[in-house]
Nanobody
Framework: QVQLVESGGGLVQPGGSLRLSCVGS????????MNWLRQAPGKGLEWVSH????????MYDESVRGRFTISRDNPKSTMYLQMNDLKPEDTAVYYC???????RGPGTQVTVSS
């Protein structure tokens, strides 16, 4: 079964950190560029970050640049999002995505609140 599954979300105080993981299965993970997306309450889906096939090229939305780091471990079919200095406006459901496959995981909730 072709799928992506995210994990690592939770409740964290402002200024805290979380690391999200996304595990892919049923397809050749190492051949696809990937993204992290998020959807805040009452808002549309927003692109957060992108990583190339080999991991050398990364891109970030301006709102997270300098605080979030995307990475991947192809032998483990896993992509990560290290999130530091979290802010209340980072509260959202976070999804991993492979655009070329039309594939997105079920998401993991991140809540930043004191």
């Amino acid at each position: 079964q072709v799928q992506l599954v995210e994990s690592g979300g939770g409740l964290v105080q402002p200024g805290g950190s979380l690391r999200l993981s996304c595990v892919g299965s049923g397809f050749n993970f190492s051949r696809y560029r990937m993204n992290w997306l998020r959807q805040a309450p009452g808002k549309g889906l927003e692109w957060v970050s992108h990583i190339s096939v080999g991991g050398a090229l990364t891109m970030y939305d301006e709102s997270v640049r300098g605080r979030f780091t995307i990475s991947r471990d192809n032998p483990k079919s896993t992509m990560y999002l290290q999130m530091n200095d979290l802010k209340p406006e980072d509260t959202a459901v976070y999804y991993c995505n492979v655009t070329s496959l039309g594939l997105r995981g079920p998401g993991t909730q991140v809540t930043v609140s004191s």
